[in-house]
Each structure stands twice: as C-alpha cells, then as structure tokens.
Nanobody
Framework: QVQLVESGGGSVQAGGSLRLSCAAS????????MGWFRQAPGKEREFVAA????????AYADSVKGRFTISRDNAKNTRYLEMNSLTPEDTAVYYC????????????????WGQGTQVTVSS
C-alpha cells in the first residue's frame, strides 16, 4: 500500500520558517515526480512546488518563488519543502504528492496524495 506521510507542520509567526518532510513507502518511486500542494480554508487546492525524479526540473508557484525550496533524497524516498519568510497567506494544509510522469508538474493529476499537514502562520 502506497503511503505518503507528511511531517513538520505547525504554527509559526510571520517571517518564520518551517521544513516539511514527506516520507514515501509502499512501492518503488523510481521515475516519479514529487511535489506539494496546499489548501487554505474556503479555497481550492493549489500547486506549491514540484521536482522531477532526477531533480533537474523544479517548478514553483509564483506566490512562493524565492521563499520555498523543494528537494528530495531518493535514497531515503523522502522529499522536503523548506519554507522561509512565511506569511499568514501561507496558512493551509500542505499535501505531499507523487506521479509517474514529470510532465505538467503544476497540474493536479498526481497519482498519490498524503493526508496533509497543517501550517499556520500568525501575524
């Protein structure tokens, strides 16, 4: 059974930082693109960041460029989202995702989704 388990969420003041982790298990993820989406209360789920299997391609939402960094450790089947200069607008549930193709990294068509981890940024 495929599992994506997020960790590292929590509460932080504006300007602070958090590092989210996502541990993947249940199958081999060779060739899989991995990423993060988020959903704030009353809003649609939106793309945050993604990285191709080899790490040569990354994509970021305009709202997080320059503040968030996505990375992955394929040996550990783990990916990370380093979030800096957080603002209250970053408050959301963050979901780890994975899909076989590295095409369309920003699209919602990911095969696997984690349960989500809450990030709350106070002003």
């Amino acid at each position: 059974q495929v599992q994506l388990v997020e960790s590292g969420g929590g509460s932080v003041q504006a300007g602070g930082s958090l590092r989210l982790s996502c541990a993947a298990s249940g199958r081999t993820f060779i060739g899989y693109a991995m990423g993060w989406f988020r959903q704030a209360p009353g809003k649609e789920r939106e793309f945050v960041a993604a990285v191709s299997w080899g790490g040569s391609r990354t994509a970021y939402a305009d709202s997080v460029k320059g503040r968030f960094t996505i990375s992955r450790d394929n040996a550990k089947n783990t990916r990370y989202l380093e979030m800096n200069s957080l603002t209250p607008e970053d408050t959301a549930v963050y979901y780890c995702v994975a899909k076989k193709s590295s095409a369309g990294l920003t699209r919602l068509d990911y095969d696997y989704w984690g349960q989500g981890t809450q990030v709350t940024v106070s002003s």
